[in-house]
């Protein structure tokens, strides 16, 4: 068993004993998503909250930032391109997260991006916040690939209806 979402250790996407793929267990919900189950409700609630929270410590922080260059002096023009810096980093994160919950990005697309998303890290928590306003993040995509998977798997099992060993063969 896994000790953070409490599913079996086998692979998901895997058949389970009882037959069948198992669904994908997401962060801070493991597999509660399936069936809006096991706290599901409290654990949106707390997953919205939580990066509503963090979002406003990290402007918090940010603005900490902003009163050290007026205090360095460092003139208009860096200023301003510090705070576009951070504006256009924070919605460019926004974007990428809010697409990630429909979609798998491209590894090497990711890596390539990280650290303007580590900059934009205040449009990710946004993001976080609002996709958990009306689903579990990522929700959406893993119970598309779960039902797709559950389909394909009672096609398979639906065919085999016997033994094909025990068939009559035609003279």
């Not at 493991?30 to 069936?35: C, D, E, I, L, N």
């Not at 919950?101 to 205040?122: C, E, M, N, T, Y």
Request: charged share 25%.
């Amino acid at each position: 068993m896994s000790d953070e979402t409490g599913t079996p250790g086998t692979p998901a996407g895997s058949a389970a004993q009882g037959g069948g793929p198992r669904p994908e267990p997401l962060r801070f919900f493991g597999t509660s998503w399936v069936h809006h189950d096991n706290g599901y409700a409290a654990r949106r609630a707390g997953v919205a909250v939580g990066s509503l929270a963090a979002a406003a410590v990290s402007c918090l922080i940010l603005n900490f930032a902003y009163e050290g260059i007026q205090i360095a002096d460092t003139g208009a023009f860096v200023t301003v391109l510090v705070v576009a810096m951070f504006a256009i980093c924070s919605a460019l994160a926004f974007r990428n997260t809010w697409e990630g919950f429909g979609k798998h990005h491209d590894p090497q697309r990711q890596a390539s991006l990280r650290g303007l998303l580590a900059i934009g890290f205040v449009g990710s928590l946004l993001a976080y916040f609002f996709r958990s306003l009306t689903e579990a993040p990522g929700e959406k995509l893993h119970r598309e690939e779960y039902e797709k998977a559950r389909e394909e798997y009672e096609r398979r099992s639906s065919r085999r209806t016997g033994d094909p060993s025990k068939k009559k063969r035609r003279q």
